[in-house]
Each structure stands twice: as C-alpha cells, then as structure tokens.
C-alpha cells in the first residue's frame, strides 16, 4: 500500500539554525500539506500545496518557513532560523484532492526538538 | 481556534463493548468530516469520513454519524478491541470555494484505552 514517507525521524538542532524536513508524498497525489503537533496539543495545520504554490497558510507559517517541491517527488519544509518553540512533531499528508472525498494521508511524522 | 471540540480526553472500555468517541464543532460551512487514529510516535492514519450530505458511514467494525443540526459526530467502535487503543481525532475540513485548499481542523483528541 501507497504511503507517505518522511525524513529524518528526529532531528536536534540549536537556536537559530535552519531545518529542512523532508517528505515523499504518495506518488499520484496533487496535493500537499504540513501539520505539526506540540507535545499536549492538537494537531495544528500550517500549509497547503498544490500546482507549485501555497493555496493556504496558517497564522503560525510565518516568513521562517518556506515549502518547496524541488524535484517532484519530494516536498519539504524549511524552517529558515529555528526557535525554541518550533520544537514539535512535523507532520506531512497529500491528498488526490482538496476537497469532497479527498482523503489526507499522512507521513510517520519529523521530531522536532530545538535546543 | 476552537472550532473543532472533543470534550473526552480520555475513554476506557471493556475489550468487546461499545466506544463511543464523540466530536462537536462550530463552523457550519465545514462539509467533510474525518476520524484519524493515532498511535504515539506515529503519523496519524485514517479510518472513516462521511461528507455531510450522509448522516451515516459504516466500515466494518466503524461507523460514524453525523448530526449537523446539533454540530456534532460520533464514532462507533464495535466490538472494542485492545489494539483500538490509541488516540483518535475527529478533523474537518471546508471544501466551498475559496476555503477549497483542504486544510484540516483537528480536534484535541480522545485517548481510547480498552480493556482485555
């Protein structure tokens, strides 16, 4: 079964240092997206990704984040100056479509911890 | 933003009996809905949606109902078993027009634990 793979599994990093988290989407799906989940709380959206621009961003994707889909097979995000607060896990889904059925599935997910 | 509520943060079963995990939300334009199972360390994984035009969906041991009067959904498990044990999350999802970009709103999640 199709599925949607994510690396690394964990990363540690300091404050201030770039991150990028990657994700292999399922192969015939058009779009993408990246959920995170700090510990205790709910998971929260932050982007959606179709036709090789944002369609949505969330109040937390801020001007540190960026997506890109740089070879057609991967998706990442990239956290350009980490904060303390960005520690979380990182979730990436694709869907075949935004909406009606579309069912979003999702990667194992990236822990996040910034030190 | 609270527009997606699970009032449980936990339930415990007996292994062979009826969970009921329930979820309320405010937004009347969401028209999707979805039930995700959560184990930790793990990606949550899909188990049943229902569009709001149904006020049923079924999938073997799961079904899911939809009240859209009352803003709320269940879930249904039956017979529990122990490997249900995991977290689950009710999201939804606003498919009109602009809002069309299949962003998901989660629920805080439900920790179903059941019993052997």
């Known amino acids: 079964e199709p599925e949607v793979t994510q690396t690394p599994s964990h990363q540690v990093t300091q404050m201030g240092q770039e991150v990028i988290l990657r994700c292999v989407p399922i192969s015939n799906h058009l779009y993408f997206y990246w959920y995170r989940q700090i510990l205790g709380q709910k998971v929260e959206f932050l982007v959606s990704f179709y036709n090789n621009e944002i369609s949505e961003k969330s109040e937390i994707f801020d001007d540190q984040f960026s997506v890109e889909r740089p070879d057609g097979s991967n998706f990442t995000l990239k956290i350009r100056s980490t904060k303390l607060e960005d520690s979380a896990m990182y979730f990436c889904?694709?869907?075949?479509?935004?909406?009606?059925?579309?069912?979003?599935?999702f990667g194992p997910g990236t822990r996040l911890l910034v030190l | 933003d609270q527009q997606v509520k699970q009032n449980s943060p936990s339930l415990s079963v007996q292994e062979g009996r009826i969970s009921i995990l329930n979820c309320d939300y405010t937004?009347?334009?969401?028209?999707?809905f979805l039930w995700y199972k959560k184990y930790p360390a793990e990606g949550p994984t899909f188990l049943i949606s229902i569009s709001s035009i149904k006020d049923k969906n079924e999938d073997g041991r799961f079904t899911v109902f939809l009240n859209k009067s009352a803003k709320h959904l269940s879930l249904h498990i039956v017979p529990s078993q122990p490997g249900d044990s995991a977290v689950y999350f009710c999201?939804?999802?606003?498919?009109?027009?602009?809002?069309?970009?299949?962003?998901?709103?989660f629920g805080q999640g439900t920790t179903l634990q059941v019993k052997p």
């Open positions: 937004n009347s334009m969401f028209d999707y």
């Open positions: 999201a939804a999802r606003d498919s009109h027009g602009s809002s069309n970009t299949g962003k998901l709103i």
């Open positions: 889904a694709s869907s075949q479509t935004s909406g009606g059925l579309g069912t979003q599935y």
